[in-house]
């Protein structure tokens, strides 16, 4: 049975360096697939899809709100050529209702050990409209080495320079952070994989750099200690969210690799600038996360924030705006107070602003996300910092030993495409 | 990161329900009689409720409920509860809201929210 897998496109933001990452839901997806069925993917960030190849069954899998949308036209266009379609991934639990609408079926929650039983449906004709396994997590144990084999590696590069492959060590959350749905979409219980099926993935990915995309390592000491530790002897380098800020787990993890780290600052304390200073002492890197407009915010509070940014010796910063998605505190405050205007799910791209404010217009907190970006990359642009990180972790591969020159076969393309050298900025689709 | 331990002050059952996608969830009930209505009173429980929010399950929660505890839809107050958790966010402060809503088909629908004073919700309970 051939099923073709794929990975719709969105609209990327306007004024940022796009790096297209290899998806990781798709492939983790895949790898729960029997045997007996062919994959073939394709992820239209950067491939088109061909409507017309040979296939008997069609997935789609959505991580992103705007990426339901396009789902929705191509599971149209594959339906209307008669083929069956299935929709799963995080969007499609937060956006399930619309996304039966132009499914054949729709997959909720996580896919280990069920996929069996969906394709023996499938076989037989008895697909079902809803496999329904929202908060029945399986066994975190079942969680297998992800399908990395379906990538198209040479689309995932840039000038010859590979992509970071994504990785994933837990699954769940015991934090109910006010913008985020993750405990709503992988359960309230921080849910961390054995070390030794965590160990024998990574030993797998053919690639020294990862960005180990889980929620929040911080939940638990102990298992962050375990990880990192057996984490040492496989010389990657890698990116994470937020690691624990104890001296014990700081060091285990820049011995294991740590590159650079996603910490949110959501204020200007003493606390963030000695957070960021603890980052650096320990060779780990710190790119700023910055949540614009929530209701705690005035203009002057980001104006000053911005300010604050260039004073901590970030290595580089990321602006959102709040986007109030389903099954999110936020959505609901703003939903119970009728702020949310706009509910087209294309803008849900964390640089729109889709609701109201508290204490500016709409436009003006839009004028002081545009305002952020400006200021931050004025003196030095986002691929000149990116650049410094690079050079950073190039220098340590080169002390351990696992540094790979770029491919300069590849050198003119990226991500698939030739490179206009007359273009100072990478900008793609 | 901060424990969000909700209070139990204003609930005195925890209600089982089914929330979107009939995902187990729960919440905190408390149910009070002020002469010909009935308060209901139902309390998110953040992390030690593992399904939908309240107010995501909005109507469906107050039918359910009141099944539950056989009262009639239309001769209720009901109340939504957004605890304190002891963030230092403010987002997670104390917020109760009084639901109005329409019946059609035995459903709850067209909610509105009111936000109450601490006044209101003394006097409510």
Request: with cysteine; net charge negative; aromatic share 12%.
């Amino acid at each position: 049975m051939k099923f073709k897998l794929i990975y719709p496109k969105w609209k990327k933001l306007p004024g940022q360096t796009t790096f297209n990452l290899p998806p990781h839901g798709p492939v983790v997806f895949a790898a729960c697939l029997p045997e007996r069925v062919d994959v073939s993917f394709t992820d239209e960030n950067v491939e088109d899809i061909d409507f017309e190849e040979d296939c008997d069954f069609v997935g789609i899998s959505m991580m992103l709100s705007t990426q339901v949308k396009r789902g929705w036209a191509i599971a149209d266009e594959f339906r209307r050529r008669g083929k069956q379609v299935m929709f799963g991934g995080i969007s499609t639990m937060l956006h399930a209702e619309e996304t039966l609408q132009h499914a054949d079926s729709i997959f909720l929650g996580e896919a280990e050990g069920r996929m069996e039983q969906v394709i023996a449906d499938w076989e037989k004709g008895q697909l079902k409209k809803v496999y329904n396994y929202m908060g029945k997590q399986p066994d975190i144990a079942l969680v297998g080495p992800a399908r990395r084999d379906l990538y198209k590696r040479e689309l995932y590069n840039h000038k010859g320079v590979q992509m970071v492959d994504l990785f994933h060590a837990s699954r769940g959350c015991k934090f109910s952070c006010y913008p985020c749905a993750v405990s709503y979409l992988g359960g309230r219980c921080f849910r961390p994989r054995p070390i030794e099926k965590a160990i024998e993935e990574l030993e797998t990915i053919d690639n020294n750099r990862l960005f180990i995309v889980d929620n929040s390592l911080a939940q638990s000491t102990q298992w962050e200690l375990d990880l990192f530790k057996e984490m040492i002897p496989l010389k990657k380098k890698w990116i994470s969210h937020t690691i624990e800020d104890k001296p014990e787990v700081l060091d285990l993890a820049a011995q294991a690799g740590a590159w650079y780290v996603y910490q949110a600052v959501y204020d200007t304390s003493d606390y963030i600038r000695e957070r960021v200073k603890r980052y650096h002492d320990y060779g780990i890197g710190v790119e700023g996360t910055i949540l614009l407009g929530l209701d705690n915010q005035t203009e002057d509070d980001i104006l000053r924030l911005i300010d604050f940014l260039l004073s901590i010796d970030l290595d580089l910063a990321e602006f959102t705006v709040l986007a109030p998605f389903p099954h999110t505190k936020a959505y609901d405050d703003l939903m119970r107070q009728g702020r949310i205007f706009d509910h087209d799910w294309d803008h849900y791209n964390a640089g729109q602003v889709v609701y109201q404010p508290k204490n500016m217009s709409p436009e003006r907190l839009q004028e002081l996300y545009e305002y952020a970006w400006k200021s931050f990359y004025h003196d030095e642009t986002q691929e000149e910092k990116m650049f410094k990180l690079f050079t950073k972790v190039m220098l340590r591969e080169m002390e351990d030993g696992t540094y790979r020159p770029r491919d300069r076969k590849l050198a003119n393309k990226s991500f698939g495409k030739d490179v206009d050298r007359s273009a100072s900025k990478v900008n793609l689709r | 990161m901060f424990d969000m331990k909700v209070n139990d002050k204003y609930f005195d059952e925890i209600f089982d329900f089914a929330g979107q996608w009939e995902m187990p969830s729960k919440c905190g009930l408390k149910i009070v009689k002020r002469g010909d209505k009935t308060v209901v009173l139902a309390t998110e429980l953040y992390q030690d409720n593992p399904g939908s929010s309240i107010t995501y399950a909005g109507g469906s929660l107050i039918k359910q409920i009141c099944e539950a505890k056989k009262l009639d839809l239309r001769n209720i107050i009901y109340v939504e509860c957004n605890p304190d958790t002891n963030s230092k966010l403010s987002f997670y402060d104390e917020e109760m809201f009084r639901v109005d809503f329409e019946v059609e088909n035995e459903m709850p629908t067209n909610l509105k929210y009111t936000q109450l004073t601490k006044e209101e919700i003394e006097s409510i309970l």
